[in-house]
């Protein structure tokens, strides 16, 4: 062989054998699987606890509380959730709990979520078993009730998606990404879709100090943090979060008006103390969660304070989301029962929770000709009657009822709601959803149009009136006292 042509063939071995390095090298550095890319950046994240307030609106509400810490196997989560919640005229404080197990990759291996309230205690517990499943435990009262799940690669808890995201290295903007959470909370795996939109840095408090003057906890030092938003799409609502480089939450800012902010923790102690001496809360969160949030493209800071805000609609499809009146109501439940056949009993509700008219019961009772016993709390019996129970002055009265019948439930301490099994759970998320047209109804358009419109809705503006009662003496004012309250006839 020639010299020359020996030195070509060797030079090409020469730089095959380099290609080939390289390729291994570009495969085992930039097409890692997802498990190893996350276990090596999961190394990278740093441990530590933070501290949230919670607010709905400019109104603390609660606070949170979250340690990241590694363990020997991987590493550990908690997060700790307090909230006033206003029910009857008060508040009441509720505790949600989370403690996690994870992997070196952040993979789920067990689980603890607790609900604690003035109602009771409802808790669920899982961990990750040999053959890829997620054994599942329910206590709320009783015995406890025991279910599982199929573990899929990636699944995980909504308070790790971000994590996970830094972990692998896509905070990036324009990163989009979906992710399997499991919702201990419901009982079910659902997917959240994600994506980056921004990258900025926020300022959050790093160390707070006393003010001898104003009396109080202010903060004494900022410390400036690299945040991307991220906008997470689940169950039909969008929720914007600032997250650090490690994907710890900054701040969360929810639909429903509630928002989550980093601080420190004397700072959000004061601020929810503070606003626990407001009894307007103790009434319910306004008009945040009570009435519909519209967003508005015109700048409202230089507005001044008003009572009323008017607000005109442009290009915007409001069709389908009027409320239908109780008879319009009524006719279409009374179709769905005679396209379903021939029924013994027709329960329904005693009102409903928009307009608490408490009608479409006795409506469909009528459309469908039968007999009603209304604001009833049990039954009993068998065969072709039933025995209803109702409350009646100082005890109960027993009304009975031919088959088929309808009946309207109202509330009592004898039929309150029962947590349904783990396993009725599953199997409920499982079923499909009947759903049933106009047509299929035999029903034409003209005869669901609502037959009462409510035209305005307005809230009463108290009016008070104040007199002075005026007198030289004490005996001088009793005497002006008595004199006005006979003048307006209350004595």
């Given at each position: 062989m020639r010299p020359g042509l020996t030195r070509k063939i060797f030079a090409l071995v020469v730089l095959g054998v380099w290609a080939a390095v390289v390729a291994i090298h570009v495969r085992r550095e930039y097409f890692k699987p997802l498990a190893l890319r996350l276990e090596e950046g999961a190394r990278s994240i740093a441990p530590g606890s933070h501290v949230y307030v919670v607010r709905m609106g400019d109104k603390a509400i609660g606070m949170a509380t979250t340690r990241l810490d590694t363990v020997a196997t991987g590493f550990m989560l908690e997060d700790m959730l307090s909230l006033d919640v206003p029910a009857l005229g008060q508040l009441h404080r509720t505790i949600a709990?989370?403690?996690?197990e994870l992997g070196p990759s952040l993979d789920l291996k067990a689980f603890r979520f607790s609900l604690l309230s003035e109602v009771g205690r409802f808790e669920v517990s899982g961990h990750a078993t040999a053959d890829s499943l997620l054994e599942l435990e329910l206590q709320a009262g009783g015995e406890p009730e025991r279910g599982r799940v199929?573990?899929?690669?990636?699944?995980?808890?909504?308070?790790?998606?971000?994590?996970?995201?830094?972990?692998?290295?896509?905070?990036?903007?324009?990163?989009?990404?979906?992710?399997r959470v499991f919702d201990p909370t419901v009982m079910e795996v659902r997917e959240t879709a994600l994506r980056v939109t921004a990258h900025d840095t926020l300022q959050v408090p790093d160390s707070v100090h006393w003010d001898e003057a104003a009396e109080?906890?202010?903060?004494?030092?900022?410390?400036?943090?690299?945040?991307?938003?991220?906008?997470?799409?689940?169950?039909?609502?969008?929720?914007t979060s600032w997250v650090d480089e490690d994907g710890r939450l900054i701040r969360a800012e929810s639909p429903l008006?509630?928002?989550?902010?980093?601080?420190?923790?004397e700072l959000a102690r004061q601020e929810w103390r503070a606003s626990r001496g407001d009894q307007a809360l103790a009434a319910g969160y306004g008009a945040i969660i009570e009435s519909t949030a519209i967003?508005?493209?015109?700048?409202?800071?230089?507005?001044?304070?008003?009572?009323?805000?008017?607000?005109?609609?442009l290009d915007v499809e409001l069709d389908g989301l009027d409320l239908p009146d109780a008879a319009t109501t009524a006719r279409v439940l009374a179709a769905a029962v005679r396209k379903v056949g021939h029924v013994d009993l027709v329960l329904a509700?005693?009102?409903?929770?928009?307009?608490?008219?408490?009608?479409?019961?006795?409506?469909?009772?009528?459309a469908l000709g039968l007999p009603l016993v209304a604001n009833a709390y049990q039954t009993r019996g068998e065969g072709s009657s039933l025995q209803f129970l109702q409350q009646a002055e100082g005890g109960y009265q027993v009304v009975s009822a031919v088959l088929?019948?309808?009946?309207?439930?109202?509330?009592?301490?004898?039929?309150?709601?029962?947590?349904?099994?783990?396993?009725?759970?599953?199997?409920?998320?499982?079923?499909p959803i009947t759903q049933w047209s106009l047509g299929d109804l035999g029903l034409a358009a003209d005869e669901v149009a609502p037959r009462v419109v409510?035209?305005?809705?307005?809230?009463?503006?108290?009016?008070?009136?104040?007199?002075?009662?005026?007198?030289?003496?004490?005996?001088?004012?009793?005497?002006?006292?008595?004199?006005?309250?006979?003048?307006?006839?209350?004595?």
């Open positions: 709990t989370t403690h996690v199929r573990l899929e690669p990636g699944l995980t808890v909504d308070a790790l998606v971000a994590p996970r995201l830094a972990a692998a290295g896509r905070l990036v903007v324009g990163e989009e990404a979906t992710a109080r906890w202010v903060a004494a030092r900022y410390d400036t943090v690299p945040a991307w938003r991220i906008e997470q799409r689940l169950g039909g609502l969008v929720v008006g509630f928002t989550l902010e980093r601080t420190e923790f967003a508005s493209n015109a700048p409202l800071d230089s507005v001044e304070v008003r009572d009323r805000l008017r607000v005109r609609l509700g005693r009102q409903a929770g928009d307009w608490d008219q408490g009608q479409v019961g006795a409506m469909v009772a009528e088929p019948a309808a009946a309207t439930i109202t509330n009592h301490e004898s039929n309150v709601a029962r947590l349904p099994k783990v396993r009725d759970i599953m199997l409920a998320n499982r079923k409510v035209e305005a809705l307005a809230v009463p503006v108290p009016e008070g009136h104040c007199t002075f009662i005026e007198g030289e003496t004490a005996q001088e004012k009793a005497q002006n006292l008595a004199r006005a309250l006979r003048e307006l006839k209350v004595i």
